[in-house]
């Protein structure tokens, strides 16, 4: 309202002024000029109209920044989207199961609406201030002399009726568009704040019962089991049941659309993984490869692509929603292990089978008795049976299912927690703290469970990768197997470290201590710390390692992911392919390092005085290391070897395994593997046997005796070479008479074969040319 009693008071002030007594000029009298009219300044009626137009402009303009652009109606459907969300917590929240799972999502979700609520206030405020900046335009109005004097007076404002009457049509549509504008942006505040304020007491309600539910655990909520003697009729159990499943529904479904976003990602993502993986499948199916896939002992991927996939989106979804409430992340454990079910079928043992669906059957029980059945003596005696038979099962049942898993260490420790838990949750119950009982017993059968369907993740992804080799290999003409069990030894430690953290991170939230855990430990890293003038946190320090770590892995294992194999025996070796896998080491590496640096916050200043000391290290002692290093990076773009090429140097031969960005391995014929520092590399002559082609020269020395001819011997020895597939006939032979007498001759024979198999093939070659020459009757000595 005061912006626009601004604006009347403006309009009016120009109206008395233009509507006042007459002006100065009218009634007073006429100066006499003391200098020539020629140097006269003269307000023109063009003056006038240019102020005229200014003031249009401005009011035009005025109109078209005070009207609500499409960024501000975003603002109020987001504003209207926040009260929706609002309305439904506060509304789940007075009715809602107490459990701390449910407590926990409100707590998070209510910390993000608090947090879009400040954002909105905070536009809202910017909007206001933009209103503020359009009236100053206004009363800058009055600083032009020219309208002002134009106002005053009166004969010339006739001159100027139409355009002061449109004048006057600008400002009351920008003065009506502002002060509906204005209204509606004080309303829009006025409710932002009452929200602030109804979040604000929700926080602190939900906080208080995070706080009381942490003290009861560690204190009796309820009465000694004993001495309980309530019973409560059917008709009430029946109705407290129904209440409860319809608000679990309510609260599991707004945390569904709250999290749609993220699960549509995670679905599209796997969507695409199941594409892939059915796409390599079809190609080896489609070319007479997949009966191969039974060598690689498939477990998995041999039952479909849709259930692996599956599990893999399910462990997913369980690990990054770990404050769900407590009917939705339930489901979603039974949908998992749902899954696992249907592919265990027909691959377990009926016994492992039987023990694995009682596990499945006690823990839905468990489920269904936490969310929906009130605290009560049945409820209790209840929780007591299952936890002794759970106990009984992980003594007695429990090692038919270690028997099927892929990875057995962790369940040795799944099954300890399991017991120990089921017992303490006897304890507990027995001496009234339900609510650590019944955590402890939920946990003790997720970490079971969970650890199942942990390895399964592993062993499906392993499959995946080895099924991304072996497609890979056989698109490139390489059908040869390969050994996938050392292989799969070798991939699945990284995984293994990953796995065991997900297990942890699941029973430390289903525990409500991973986030205290998490806090502290982020508390501990983040805190700062001070070495002279340097500053750091733990944090970063571990980061840079983890980054560098990972770094290593990835240039380590790309290889894999291209067919790549350390294959020793392979001659098919596809040198380009080689040399993009080691620029791409080069670049990963390199990049990783510089996003570890990145990562750790260390200062450019400080980065340069590292630098500065590496290069006093580099003149005192690391010469080798870094003149090695160049050297790597060299071989990699110089390519005057490759890996696969058979290669002397000074006094080792072999064929060159692999290239590093520090030393390079040659397997010698002997087996050995000799490591040669790139420096030495570039610093000898080498010898490279196949850097143009695969192809050496190799010769024979025979001895012929008996009734023949030069040109017999000739022909002999060409269709005893033409005969050997190992012998590239497309460059010919070359026959050389070393001595020639009556009867006897010399002769020293060279051919080209497979740098890979020239002993084999010279062995070959004998053997050929003795039963040739035999079968003429001649004798041969080589």
Not at 88 to 107: C, D, E, F, T
Not at 141 to 154: F, P, S
Not at 161 to 171: G, I, S, T
Not at 432 to 444: D, E, I, P
Request: hydrophobic share 45%.
């Amino acid at each position: 309202m005061s912006q626009k009693r601004n604006f009347v008071y403006l309009f009016v002030l120009l109206l008395a002024l233009s509507f006042g007594s007459k002006s100065y000029s009218q009634t007073a009298a006429p100066k006499k000029e003391s200098r020539s009219k020629l140097f006269e300044e003269a307000t023109t009626d063009s003056d006038y109209l240019m102020a005229i137009e200014k003031a249009g402009e401005v009011m035009e303009t005025a109109y078209n920044d005070a009207d609500f652009d499409s960024a501000s109606h975003h603002l109020f459907g987001e504003i209207k989207r926040t009260q929706s969300k609002l309305d439904l917590i506060l509304a789940s929240l007075k009715g809602a199961n107490p459990n701390v799972r449910n407590q926990q999502m409100y707590h998070t979700v209510l910390e993000e609406i608090q947090q879009q609520l400040n954002e909105q206030n905070t536009a809202i405020n910017l909007r206001n201030e933009k209103l503020e900046k359009i009236k100053g335009r206004f009363i800058e109005l009055r600083k032009d002399k020219n309208l002002m004097a134009l106002l005053k007076d009166t004969i010339r404002r006739k001159q100027f009726k139409k355009e002061f009457l449109n004048l006057r049509k600008k400002y009351r549509s920008t003065d009506s568009l502002m002060t509906k504008n204005q209204g509606i942006l004080n309303t829009k505040k006025r409710i932002t704040v009452q929200r602030k304020i109804a979040v604000s007491n929700a926080l602190i309600t939900v906080e208080n019962n995070l706080e009381k539910s942490g003290i009861s655990m560690l204190h009796k909520e309820y009465p000694f089991l004993w001495s309980i003697t309530d019973s409560i009729p059917k008709k009430t159990v029946a109705q407290n049941i129904g209440t409860k499943i319809v608000i679990e529904e309510k609260v599991a479904a707004y945390y569904l659309s709250y999290r749609t976003g993220g699960l549509i990602t995670l679905l599209f993502f796997m969507g695409l993984l199941a594409w892939y993986v059915s796409r390599n499948l079809k190609y080896l199916k489609e070319n007479g490869y997949a009966e191969n896939l039974t060598h690689f002992n498939f477990k998995y991927l041999n039952r479909g692509v849709i259930l692996p996939v599956a599990v893999i989106a399910l462990n997913i979804a369980v690990i990054s929603n770990l404050f769900a409430p407590a009917l939705f992340l339930e489901l979603l454990y039974l949908i998992l292990l749902g899954t696992l079910t249907l592919l265990f079928k027909n691959k377990w043992p009926s016994k492992a089978m039987k023990n694995w669906i009682f596990l499945l059957g006690l823990f839905f029980t468990l489920c269904f008795l936490d969310l929906f059945i009130e605290v009560g003596f049945l409820q209790r005696c209840a929780f007591i049976a299952i936890n002794i038979i759970g106990i009984r099962y992980g003594l007695v049942q429990i090692k038919s299912l270690k028997e099927q898993l892929y990875i057995k260490g962790f369940f040795k420790w799944a099954s300890i927690i399991f017991i120990a838990f089921n017992a303490l949750s006897i304890l507990d119950n027995l001496f009234g703290r339900v609510s650590l009982s019944n955590m402890l017993s939920l946990t003790a059968f997720i970490s079971l469970t969970q650890i199942v369907a942990l390895s399964v993740l592993l062993k499906i992804i392993l499959e995946i990768i080895i099924l991304q080799i072996y497609t890979t290999r056989v698109k490139r003409d390489i059908q040869k197997l390969f050994d996938h069990e050392s292989l799969s030894e070798t991939l699945k430690k990284p995984f293994i470290l990953a796995l065991g953290y997900m297990w942890f991170v699941v029973i430390a939230s289903n525990l409500n201590i991973w986030e205290s855990l998490r806090n502290s430990l982020g508390s501990l890293l983040s805190h700062p710390n001070t070495i002279g003038s340097i500053t750091f946190t733990l944090g970063n320090i571990v980061l840079f390692f983890i980054i560098v770590w990972i770094a290593h892995l990835l240039q380590k294992y790309v290889a894999y992911f291209f067919g790549e194999i350390d294959d020793e025996n392979e001659e098919n070796v596809n040198k380009r392919q080689h040399s993009k896998l080691l620029i791409t080491r080069l670049i990963v590496l390199i990049g990783g390092y510089l996003l570890a640096i990145s990562a750790s916050g260390m200062p450019l200043d400080k980065l340069s005085i590292l630098l500065g000391a590496l290069g006093v290290g580099v003149g005192l002692g690391l010469q080798n290391v870094v003149n090695n290093f160049v050297s790597g990076i060299i071989l990699i773009f110089d390519k005057p070897i490759q890996i696969g090429d058979v290669i002397e140097i000074s006094s080792e031969s072999g064929r060159v395994k692999a290239m590093g960005l520090r030393t390079t391995k040659i397997n010698a014929p002997n087996g050995a593997e000799i490591i040669i520092p790139n420096g030495n590399l570039l610093s000898q002559n080498i010898t490279n046997w196949t850097y143009t082609d695969n192809f050496k020269l190799v010769e024979v020395s025979i001895e012929i005796s008996g009734d023949t001819t030069p040109d017999d011997i000739n022909a002999i020895i060409m269709q005893a070479l033409e005969s050997l597939s190992l012998v590239n006939t497309t460059k010919t032979p070359q026959i050389f008479y070393n001595a020639i007498s009556d009867g006897k001759y010399k002769v020293l024979v060279k051919f080209w074969c497979s740098i890979y198999r020239t002993e084999e093939t010279i062995s070959s070659a004998r053997q050929v040319l003795f039963s040739h020459f035999k079968a003429k009757g001649l004798t041969f000595s080589s």
